[in-house]
């Protein structure tokens, strides 16, 4: 993988066995974005814009909390990526908080609220 050129605040992959690292997916968070690099051979890095975060749940199935991880399911105003999980992750609770924490930051440094998010929303839908 290419290197970032941002500062990293937060990087893990997706756990699959017992809770070990044995998978191709990359998840990094940066002051501005969240960056998913899926694949071996073929890769694919998916960006998406702190800002247009609306939700962010965390999801611990029985599986999970056995093995100390869980799944952070996010809702954004991305077109391309309306939902994404950064599943199975090592201490999912902490990173939900900073990534709350990041999203707010982002949104008032850009002085954006989630109304207007909702607003576009709306007028798409009315425009079709």
């Avoid at 699959?16 to 940066?30: A, M």
């Avoid at 994404?84 to 609770?93: A, M, N, V």
Wanted: charge should be neutral; glycine fraction near 6%; proline fraction near 2%.
């Amino acid at each position: 993988m290419k290197k970032i050129s941002e500062d990293v605040i937060w990087q893990d992959r997706k756990r699959t066995f017992f809770g070990l690292p044995w998978s191709f997916t990359r998840y990094f968070i940066t002051n501005e974005k969240v960056l998913i690099d899926v694949g071996l051979l073929s890769r694919t890095e998916e960006e998406i814009r702190l800002y247009r975060i609306t939700d962010v749940t965390l999801k611990r199935s029985l599986g999970e909390r056995i093995f100390g991880l869980g799944t952070i399911h996010c809702c954004s105003g991305d077109k391309s990526t309306p939902e994404f999980d950064i599943k199975h992750i090592k201490k999912p609770r902490e990173t939900k908080e900073m990534l709350s924490n990041l999203v707010e930051a982002e949104r008032n440094e850009r002085r954006i609220g989630l109304r207007e998010f909702l607003d576009s929303e709306s007028d798409a839908i009315d425009n079709d």
